[in-house]
């Protein structure tokens, strides 16, 4: 089996109204549902936007910085990921498919290596 993250950024979604969140909460809450019934669903978490990033940090002369809040510089923002352990692509497309449809909003699904996989490139971790 190969875990795959299946995430959103907060800045593909337009604007809702809470009525509106709640019925997507729903919708998104049985597909999750869904996974745990199928002994695919490792770890997944919603609702995180600009307001929940604790801190940032960046390495600066060696030694880590941190500050408040989001990476000023940052453009997009995690909004939520589901992780699945499932035995290929096709099955981690399906159910990006499945929270894509139960949200209206884009889904994109990455692959995890696993220790000491190379990149796809051919080119191993540096």
């Not at 337009?14 to 009525?19: D, I, L, V």
């Not at 509106?20 to 995180?48: C, D, H, P, W, Y």
């Not at 449809?101 to 051919?122: C, I, K, N, S, Y």
Request: aromatic residues 8%; proline residues 5%; contains cysteine.
């Amino acid at each position: 089996m190969t875990e795959y993250l299946i995430a959103f950024n907060d800045e593909w979604v337009s604007e809702h109204t809470a009525e509106e969140i709640r019925a997507k909460g729903t919708a998104s809450r049985a597909v999750i549902a869904e996974m745990q019934a199928e002994g695919v669903l490792i770890f997944s978490n919603g609702g995180l936007d600009r307001s929940t990033a604790v801190c940032s940090v960046e390495l600066v002369d060696g030694s880590p910085v941190f500050t408040d809040g989001p990476y000023v510089e940052t453009k997009e923002h995690l909004g939520g990921f589901a992780v699945v352990d499932v035995p290929d692509d096709a099955t981690a497309r399906y159910w990006a498919g499945r929270l894509a449809t139960a949200l209206d909003w884009p889904q994109e699904v990455h692959r995890f290596r696993g220790p000491g996989e190379p990149r796809h490139d051919g080119s191993a971790d540096r």
